[in-house]
């Protein structure tokens, strides 16, 4: 089996400001990959990109084999944004919302079939949104949001799912279920990929950690490898290590 995503060489620029350079990654079928790094480092232009969201001006990027523009198969890949980009106005249910991952379009979740308004329904019960499925969005906290997207992206029963900081921001309960999802979709198999910059979330759950800063993907492996190169233990000392940043800091104060 080819892997899901493949990016050979990408280089994004805005501007004159680079904020991707020559990055390099693959995701086998089976892979648990976390991207950190802190806010600015990439983390969500990387995952833009390989969802065909955003055109790199170098390199090329495979989505299930294919350019991510030619991928139609779109049920095998649930996608979690960064932060809830549900418009409050709109006059949707959060069960029409969820419908979308099955049906791409809003307004069709009182005419899909039973088969399908049974799958949303179970996907509502895995986040703890079922009672809230007649609920207009705008009537959600952020939390319940994010967990509505969750409910999306799952719906499917996607092969890989990819997730942008998920738990950004969010108040604990809505962080544990989103978490305990994440665990439980490994669990059953998964690829994923999550991008954050709570470096716990990344060394407890994650199998192989890309360290990404200033654009740049500077190490890339399971803990015991960076642990290796790095001679650190924790994986907080292991990325201030690998981006050299006691040397940056004696530059400042000598």
């Not at 499917?156 to 998920?166: A, N, T």
């Amino acid at each position: 089996m080819r892997p899901f995503v493949e990016l050979d060489g990408v280089g994004v620029s805005y501007g004159e400001v680079l904020v991707l350079d020559g990055i390099n990654l693959t995701v086998e079928p089976g892979d648990f990959l976390g991207i950190i790094g802190p806010n600015g480092s990439g983390k969500t232009t990387l995952l833009r990109v390989m969802l065909g969201l955003l055109q790199p001006q170098e390199g090329s990027v495979r989505l299930f084999g294919q350019p991510p523009a030619a991928f139609r198969e779109w049920r095998r890949l649930g996608y979690v944004p960064q932060r809830a980009a549900l418009d409050p106005s709109l006059p949707v249910t959060v069960g029409e919302v969820v419908a979308t991952g099955l049906v791409a379009s809003l307004g069709v979740f009182q005419r899909i079939g039973g088969k399908e308004r049974a799958r949303v329904s179970e996907a509502l019960g895995r986040v703890g949104m079922e009672a809230h499925a007649r609920t207009r969005i705008g009537a959600l906290s952020t939390g319940q949001q994010q967990r509505v997207l969750i409910a999306r992206a799952l719906v499917s029963d996607p092969e890989l799912i990819i997730l942008d900081e998920p738990t950004l921001g969010l108040d604990v309960l809505s962080n544990r279920i989103i978490l305990e999802y994440i665990r439980r979709e490994r669990t059953n198999g998964k690829t994923i990929i999550l991008s954050t910059h709570y470096l716990d979330e990344a060394e407890t759950m994650c199998d192989t950690i890309g360290l990404l800063h200033d654009g740049r993907l500077v190490a890339e492996g399971d803990l015991r490898h960076l642990r290796t190169i790095s001679g650190e233990e924790r994986l907080s000392d292991i990325f201030l290590k690998l981006i050299h940043v006691d040397e940056k800091v004696e530059a400042i104060v000598p």
